[in-house]
């Protein structure tokens, strides 16, 4: 087992922040407070923040690698290599992919979520973040259903969510703009998108209990369910009864209200903290944090937005540090049932950032251990120098 010293920082521990040492041994968090004694390689952490790992339980920037313009398609295998690394880079060292199968062709296919989903298992090892598959079932993807029940009682699903975006799309075919993005989306022409729309619309009647199998499915195979943009409250309680115990991003405070009273998690978008506000002009989550009824931030669309949030709820005073970073590493583990990491505590998986706060807004990534290796490092200066060896280490010819 390789052991990792990290010296003097400032460690989130529980609720405050203490200047103390760590002892990684394996996976695992060995020691807090304790000595250097052989361990092979020492970071000097003093003046930096040292903090859990970020748990991302809803990202789905790979699809700009996999796709970063409208019919320009690159190897999944390379997109999610890229995305791996920018994850980590931004501190997340649990990351679970938001693949979206729909009834759209191209981005969106099932040909592309069964792509991802084999390319997530066969390259797992060589990931740096711990990568698991959150899969987001648009609801009237009924062909879809034995396929997706059959992933589930494999254990191949991390996450499943329940997507409904028919009104929206509906809706957006009337606005020029949202309408081209969407049919360049799936490689269709304008005619034939608008034909497949209709013709998936049509079937609405069976949607309802087609979602029910699912998510007794789900329950069967113990995967954690969420629902996605919950309208109401009604709406809200309708899931939480199938199992569905986690509100991804309501649309409103009523029902992230009814969420919180009934203890459901609730996820919200860290970028919405980054940028002031949603960019659909709905639920301003630094409002929701305030308020109590967001227990999650998750990355969304862009990968720094998780780290620079927890920042940016300091400054503007909505929370300390210690209850900003909860919201990206102890929460999200704990909605999701991983019960191994997400706070710095002996035994706990090593899943642990250097962070650089000295620029206001700005907090830089200087290290990252996920699962006790270090897989990203960008100053050689704070290492140490070799331990002594021991006498048993000694060799005499």
């Not at 598959?133 to 996450?159: C, F, K, M, P, S």
């Not at 991983?338 to 990534?365: C, F, H, N, T, Y």
Request: a negative charge; aromatic letters at 6%.
């Amino acid at each position: 087992m390789t052991e990792i010293f990290l010296e003097g920082g400032r460690a989130l521990i529980g609720p405050e922040i203490v200047e103390t040492s760590l002892v990684i041994s394996g996976q695992d968090i060995a020691a807090i407070d304790r000595g250097r004694a052989r361990a092979p390689l020492a970071i000097d952490a003093r003046n930096l923040l040292v903090l859990p790992g970020i748990v991302d339980l809803h990202g789905d920037a790979f699809e700009r690698q996999m796709m970063p313009r409208p019919g320009v398609d690159f190897p999944v295998d390379v997109a999610l290599a890229d995305s791996d690394r920018q994850a980590v880079g931004n501190g997340i060292t649990t990351i679970f992919h938001g693949a979206t199968w729909s009834w759209e062709p191209g981005l969106r296919s099932g040909d592309n979520a069964r792509r991802l989903l084999e390319a997530i298992e066969r390259l797992r090892p060589q990931f740096a973040a711990d990568t698991r598959l959150h899969l987001r079932h648009e609801t009237y993807n009924l062909d879809a259903e034995d396929e997706i029940g059959q992933w589930l009682a494999e254990g191949r699903v991390d996450l499943f969510a329940f997507n409904d975006h028919m009104a929206a799309t509906i809706r957006d075919l009337t606005k020029p703009n949202k309408r081209g993005r969407l049919v360049e989306r799936t490689g269709l022409s304008d005619a034939a998108f608008e034909e497949l729309v209709g013709r998936v619309a049509a079937r609405a009647a069976d949607v309802p209990a087609s979602t029910a199998r699912l998510a007794a499915a789900a329950r069967a195979a113990e995967v954690r369910m969420l629902s996605h943009d919950d309208a109401t409250p009604a709406m809200r309680k309708a899931y939480r009864d199938m199992g569905a115990t986690i509100a991804e991003f309501p649309v409103n405070e009523e029902t992230a209200r009814a969420a919180a009273a009934a203890g459901d998690a609730i996820i919200y978008g860290a970028p919405n903290v980054v940028r002031g506000g949603s960019h659909t002009g709905w639920t301003r989550a630094s409002d929701m944090i305030a308020k109590g009824l967001c227990s999650v931030l998750a990355s969304d669309y862009y990968y720094p937005a998780q780290l620079l949030a927890a920042f940016r709820l300091v400054a503007d005073s909505v929370l300390p540090l210690a209850q900003a970073w909860k919201l990206i590493s102890e929460a999200p583990a704990e909605a999701a049932g991983l019960s191994d990491r997400g706070m710095i505590k002996e035994g706990r998986r090593a899943d642990i950032l250097l962070v650089d706060d000295s620029v206001p807004l700005r907090p830089r990534v200087v290290a990252v251990i996920a699962a006790g290796r270090l897989v990203h490092f960008t100053d050689a200066t704070r290492l140490l120098g070799s331990a002594p060896a021991s006498r048993e280490a000694v060799v005499v010819v």
